[in-house]
């Protein structure tokens, strides 16, 4: 069992930054791909970044290209998601989420998944 506990989230305008954290706990984190996913009121929830086992490797969303930058530590057993030129469309919750099976942007392969973290980008 993997454990994911996100942070960071909160109210920003439009145009500001956020840097959110996914705290791992329970397996050896640097045997996962992790990745960050958002689901905004009433839309599915998608891929957002996800980054290699080492770190070596990050994939992004097209609407996060350029803006977000996705990161790990493995000597703190945490993942990072820097979060700029923000706008009201990225208004959701960002979770967190493990897995063994490659940097895949396929929610269903993913096996852990954290509580979630609200980010709110007012205009």
């Known amino acids: 069992q993997v454990q994911l506990v996100e942070s960071g989230g909160g109210l920003v305008q439009a145009g500001g930054s956020l840097r959110l954290s996914c705290a791992a706990s329970?397996?050896?984190?640097?045997?996962?791909?992790m990745a960050w996913f958002r689901q905004a009121p009433g839309k599915e929830r998608e891929f957002a970044a996800a980054i290699s086992w080492s770190g070596g490797s990050t994939y992004y969303a097209d609407s996060a290209k350029g803006r977000f930058t996705i990161s790990r530590d493995n000597t703190k057993n945490t993942m990072y998601l820097q979060m700029n030129s923000l706008k009201p469309e990225d208004t959701a919750v960002y979770y967190c989420?493990?897995?063994?099976?490659?940097?895949?942007?396929?929610?269903?392969?993913?096996?852990?998944w954290g509580q979630g973290t609200q980010v709110t980008v007012s205009s």
């Open positions: 329970g397996q050896t984190f640097s045997n996962y791909v």
């Open positions: 989420a493990a897995t063994r099976s490659g940097l895949l942007r396929v929610r269903s392969v993913y096996d852990y």
